[in-house]
């Protein structure tokens, strides 16, 4: 895994980056990269390539990048891991070509070369890359399917400026830090901003299962590559359960085979769920016994300790175990010590387990780390999509009604007493918005929830627009009708892609490690999102197909036990910290930027004010203290 940046400038008159800020923005991602150093300049000074390298496969120098081709006119910077790197290859030396290294970042030069970009459909794996083309004057940008690797960016009129992290594009001339208003009230609504927007106004994220080409001139054109549904899946005709249990097995140990191959010692994340625990499994019957497993615990709160039962599952599969103790001022401390390598706010608590996971395991040596991100998603796994699912059939009828009929239902509503999430649901079907969004909640009861979120037809309505426009996105690729099927959509696009995947990489970079997503290989994505939505879900059984498919080779005990969920105790371990950070700060927010209002604050505060007495009061307490840390280390 590593980190790249870059520069390039197609006007006269565009500020350049000097060499010595060029090497300082590239210190400032050392961590994603702490093996080697690379950087490349045009001759005419336009062009500037950065690489940080974390040596994975291939550990001789032969990998160092930027990298080229033999005549030097293609180079790349890259990010990630190709795990079909060898089968490419060897086709690619069959079509003429010449290796110098084993990596897998030639495999994309010589790739580029026999296919332009259409080589960015042929790689398995995971990967956000750069590449030059001296001789066509254009820049390639790239970024895997479902976004495990990121990329962001900055596009002027006379330039364009990337990097792996936000961080170091604020060392490029020109580049500023200020809030977009309607990303700060996304964050507040879902904890996360979408794509293809940031916090900051102008820096922009590269969306997932896209490439562009940059041209001499500047125009930058954006395609899109990929979805889980544009390679259409040919089930058997009457295929039954067996066919998919068989199958989905057959995908899942290809998968965790295909990200067991490194130059450097493989762990896994083990949590003691269906997820890790399978990764764990199909480690062991590859390898045999030793796999190396890691857990993390929260000190003195049983109801959210995992550490038990991934004990049982450590001794059953005979692995190497370590584990953390994760303790309340760590919760507190963490956040301001990770605040630099979140350069966007994230509302997941789980950001500071995952650290310090991520710290042990490169503590304990282990380099590249497989987790179980993906899999509730892709199967239904959460009990909250149960919900959703039986609601389905009443809100399509609720939708049939014609506007003024659904508005006068919310009106209706609002005035025999509806509140918190009845409210929310009345309000979005009145304004045609999608039942599942995926929002954090923690507002909701709020003054606060009503101004952000645009009752009563203000124009902060647009709020929804990223949820509408994944709807109507979804709405163009989908088979069936099945409202799974959007559950599953929505949440890879939304939770996945924003939250999971970022929090993955900065996390894991934080201490130099690779981790990576088995149940993200696009080959199970496709199946798992094409199949039938019934074997997901059945007599009030979550996961049910995965869970069949595993049978046997994940005792039951793990299988089907209450499902717990990665937690953070926020209710329990917030307080007088969180709530003395975000009453100095979020005042000052609404006088630096003017984005909310006093009421907002106020509304805020005085939910504070009475301690976390639920879950939602954690979790507002969490994504305000998250706030106010960013705000502080990013904007002051």
């Keep these: 895994m590593c980190g790249i940046l870059g520069m390039v400038n197609f006007g006269a008159s565009a500020p350049r980056m000097t060499e010595e800020g060029a090497r300082h923005a590239l210190k400032l991602i050392e961590h994603r990269g702490p093996d080697d150093q690379g950087e490349w300049w045009s001759d005419d000074r336009r062009i500037f390539l950065g690489h940080r390298r974390l040596s994975i496969i291939d550990l001789s120098p032969a990998g160092h990048q ?168 040919g089930f058997p005709a009457g295929a039954g359960e067996e066919y998919y249990r068989g199958r989905l097995l057959e995908l899942l140990e290809e998968s965790v ?18 997820d890790s625990t399978a990764n764990v499994a199909l480690m062991s019957r590859i390898a045999g016994s030793g796999v190396h497993t890691f857990t993390a615990g929260f000190q003195g709160q049983a109801e959210f300790d995992e550490r038990p039962i991934a004990r049982d599952a450590a001794a059953y599969y ?34 500071i387990p995952i650290f310090f996971l991520s710290k042990l395991a490169r503590e304990k040596g282990a380099i590249v780390i497989l987790n179980g991100d993906g899999g509730d998603e892709l199967f239904c796994g959460y009990r909250k999509y149960m919900q959703y699912l039986k609601l389905a059939p009443y809100w399509k009828a609720l939708n049939g009604l014609p506007v003024w009929a659904r508005s006068l239902v919310a009106r209706a509503g609002r005035a025999v007493g509806a509140k918190g999430v009845a409210a929310d649901l009345l309000d979005r079907a009145a304004r045609g918005v999608e039942m599942y969004i995926g929002g954090t909640g923690a507002l909701k009861g709020t003054d606060a929830f009503g101004e952000i979120m645009g009752e009563n037809g203000s124009t902060n309505g647009r709020i929804y627009d990223a949820v509408q426009a994944g709807r109507r996105s979804f709405e163009e690729e989908h088979i069936s009708g099945d409202y799974s099927e959007w559950l ?69 005990r793990f299988l089907y036990r209450k499902k717990q969920g990665f937690c953070v105790p926020l209710r329990e371990w917030s307080g007088g910290m969180m709530e003395e950070k975000v009453r100095a700060t979020l005042p000052r927010i609404r006088s630096d930027w003017g984005i909310v209002s006093d009421r907002f604050v106020s509304s805020v505060l005085d939910r504070l004010g009475d301690g976390a007495r639920t879950d939602a009061d954690g979790a507002l307490a969490w994504m305000f203290y998250n706030l106010s840390i960013w705000y502080e280390r990013w904007l002051k």
């Design 66 to 233: 930027p990298m080229t081709n033999e005549d030097g006119t293609i180079r790349i910077v890259y990010n990630g891991e190709v795990y079909n790197f060898q089968e490419l290859h060897d086709d690619l030396v069959r079509r003429g070509h010449t290796f110098r290294s084993r990596t897998d970042t030639e495999v994309i030069v010589h790739g580029y070369e026999e296919y332009g970009p259409g080589i960015v459909e042929k790689l398995r794996g995971m990967f956000a890359f750069a590449l030059h083309d001296a001789v066509r004057g254009v820049t390639l940008l790239a970024r895997d399917r479902v976004g495990i690797k990121p990329i962001y960016y900055v596009h002027t009129g006379n330039s364009v400026v990337f990097a792996s992290e936000i961080r170091p594009l604020f060392e490029f001339p020109g580049v500023e830090r200020r809030i977009g208003a309607g990303a700060f009230r996304e964050y507040l609504a879902f904890g996360k901003v979408f794509a293809p927007h940031t916090m900051f106004e102008g820096i922009m994220k590269f969306p997932a299962g896209h490439y562009a080409t940059i041209d001499r001139c500047g125009a930058m054109t954006l395609r899109r590559y990929w979805t889980p549904y544009g390679r259409r899946i």
């Design 257 to 274: 085979r295909l990200r067991m191959v490194s130059d450097v010692p493989v762990g896994v994340f083990l949590s003691g769920g269906v």
């Design 318 to 351: 005979r692995t190497q175990h370590d584990e953390v103790e994760i303790t309340s001022r760590d919760l507190l401390d963490g956040l301001p010590r990770l605040a630099a390598y979140l350069d966007e706010p994230v509302a997941d608590p789980t950001v």
């Design 488 to 556: 599953s959509y929505w949440g890879l696009r939304s939770e996945v892609e924003h939250v999971f995947l970022y929090r993955a990489d900065r996390m894991g970079m934080a201490s130099s490690i690779e981790i990576r997503v088995p149940f993200l290989d696009h080959h199970l994505v496709e199946f798992a999102m094409q199949m039938p939505g019934e074997l997901k879900y059945r007599n009030g059984e979550t996961k049910y197909i995965l869970k069949k498919a595993l049978e046997g080779i994940v005792p039951d």
